[in-house]
């Protein structure tokens, strides 16, 4: 994931409406001794888990389906995750790549459970069929073969899903260069490694390679702990929920300086503790501070990525 942390930093150096404040990384570091609270994987216990294919192709469509849930105030991703899991106990075909091919909006939303449209549930739809389309074409089926193709490399399973799944190409222009986050296709992997416990399906030999998952919590939690500045029109827009546009400077620039920073605090961390932490436990510590602290405010954009 070279491309997402250069890409990152490239743009946190020449970034103007959001900072990152190296000496509050410090502190926090220095607060709690280099040691990251632990948080398991499922602490919210909503997950389907199997230990076999199925749970395999459950988070391939979790994380096809995994953003944008702000825009219905009463929506969260936990209603996905236990829709999906629910679904799945009901009818182990649901998440079948011929089924996927052709769900409907108002298909998706019973399977779902949820009363109402979901957000940019075209887009959501039209993931689906991606998925299964491909899936079907390229994987005998099951995301479990796409999972097996990778051979136990991280950066190469994400490799595969963003050249075989456009929709996980998740990536912007910042001042005409190509900044890649890749949110979903980490998360993915990150989601493997939790759930398979690093074995079966969750090992991978470049685990340390992922960064965090650019979504729109833990930038408010890093910002709460001082660690990201924004500028005061967007401090502005943010806390009055106003809309900060797809592809903007200003929405660049909070995610890929939250990659940075979290990247820093790693880095810290290994020379002052002589620590090696994972990305992926940093950003499951600060995201499940963040759902707790509902008070936080977040950037709300409109986005298939996060
Ligand atoms: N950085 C990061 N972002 C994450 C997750 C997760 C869930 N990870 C699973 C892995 C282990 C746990 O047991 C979790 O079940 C979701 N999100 C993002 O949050 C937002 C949803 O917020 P709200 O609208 O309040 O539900 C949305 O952008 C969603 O994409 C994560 O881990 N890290």
Redesign the pocket.
């Known amino acids: 994931m070279e491309a997402v942390r250069a890409s990152a930093a490239w743009v946190a150096s020449r970034s103007s409406h959001v900072t990152v404040d190296l000496q509050e990384i410090e502190k926090v570091v220095d607060k709690i001794q280099g040691n990251v609270p632990k948080v398991e994987?499922?602490?919210?216990g909503?997950?389907y888990f199997d230990n076999g294919p199925l749970t395999v192709q459950y988070l391939f469509v979790l994380d096809a389906l995994?953003?944008c849930?702000?825009p219905d105030k009463d929506l969260?991703?936990?209603h996905l995750?236990s829709g999906l899991k629910l679904a799945l106990e009901k009818d182990k075909t649901a998440l079948n790549a011929d089924r996927l091919k052709n769900y409907t909006g108002p298909q998706l939303r019973q399977l779902l459970n949820w009363p109402r449209p979901l957000p940019i549930e075209e887009e959501r739809v039209r993931l689906l069929h991606e998925v299964g389309l491909e899936l079907e074409r390229n994987f005998g089926d099951q995301a479990a073969n796409l999972v097996k193709s990778a051979g136990n490399s991280a950066a190469t399973l994400i490799e595969l899903i963003t050249r075989h799944f456009p929709g996980f190409r998740d990536h912007s222009l910042y001042k005409g260069h190509q900044v890649f986050l890749y949110k979903r296709a980490q998360?993915f992997v990150?989601?493997l490694w939790?759930a398979f416990k690093g074995q079966n399906y969750g090992e991978f030999n470049d685990i340390n390679s992922i960064t965090?998952?650019a979504?729109?919590?833990?930038p408010a939690v890093l910002r709460e702990l001082g660690i990201l500045k924004y500028g005061s029109n967007l401090s502005c827009s943010i806390d009055s929920n106003r809309e900060i546009v797809p592809g903007s400077e200003e929405e660049v620039e909070i995610r890929a300086c939250s990659i940075y920073a979290v990247e820093k605090m790693r880095d810290l961390i290994g020379k002052k503790f002589g620590k090696q932490l994972l990305s992926i436990d940093i950003?499951?510590w600060l995201?499940s501070c963040g759902?707790q602290n509902m008070a936080l405010s977040h950037h709300r954009t409109l986005s298939i990525y996060?």
Request: negative net charge; glycine residues 4%; proline residues 0%.
């Open positions: 994987w499922d602490f919210e909503i997950h995994n953003f849930f702000w969260s991703y936990d995750a998360i990150a989601d939790g965090i998952f979504d729109y919590i833990v950003d499951l995201w759902v996060y």
